[in-house]
């Protein structure tokens, strides 16, 4: 099975690895450049982006990652790293860097405050078998997306997950759920890249 590391700076770090060993792929936590270059796919869980990309760039991670990326490595981010795939974004914190690679850009915690969490169900292209629960927390919505990139799910009239080459990116948060099967999409593009 292909080695994907999930990104274990802050966030729902556990969640994904039992995801990913659920959808029968190898998982392990990835803090330093070492992990990173040992890896075949990477999950940028969810959380908070600031936090994660100023943990990154304490880590020594964030030129390693962008490295990667624009060599092929496929990444799948969900919400906050969702966010930390995004070309740009529209409202960053100060000193808020992204690793990019998704020509698109996402505002953050765009479903508002009263809205904070909620679930719906999302059908996904390319995700066989129905629709998956989505669970939105402060989740971001695709505000423009580029020609390099495909929305895959909408909600609302608001694309919430996007491709791009062997880059994944979820607004929601597959992994709350034990619905493995956008880790599993996951691991096909990671067998695929190999
Ligand atoms: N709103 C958070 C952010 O900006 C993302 C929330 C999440 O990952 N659940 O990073």
Aim: glycine share 12%.
């Amino acid at each position: 099975a292909p080695a994907i590391g999930v990104l274990a700076l802050q966030g729902d770090v556990r969640e994904h690895v039992a995801a990913l060993t659920g959808a029968g792929a190898r998982a392990l936590p990835v803090r330093r450049p070492g992990e990173l270059a040992a890896v075949d796919g990477l999950v940028i869980p969810g959380g908070e982006s600031t936090t994660i990309s100023k943990l990154a760039t304490a880590f020594g991670l964030l030129e390693p990652l962008r490295e990667r990326v624009r060599a092929g490595l496929p990444v799948y981010g969900s919400c906050a790293g969702m966010i930390m795939l995004a070309d740009k974004i529209l409202d960053p914190r100060s000193g808020q860097e992204t690793v990019g690679g998704i020509d698109m850009i996402v505002r953050r915690n765009a479903f508002g405050r009263q809205n904070e969490s909620f679930e719906a169900a999302v059908e996904v292209a390319g995700v066989p078998g129905g629709p998956v629960q989505g669970v939105f927390i402060r989740a971001p919505w695709v505000e423009s997306i580029g020609a390099a990139a495909e929305s895959i799910a909408a909600y609302e009239g608001h694309s919430v997950a996007v491709r791009q080459g062997p880059l994944l990116a979820t607004a929601f948060h597959p992994e709350l759920t034990g619905d493995h099967r956008v880790h599993a999409l996951f691991a096909d593009m990671v067998r695929a890249a190999r």
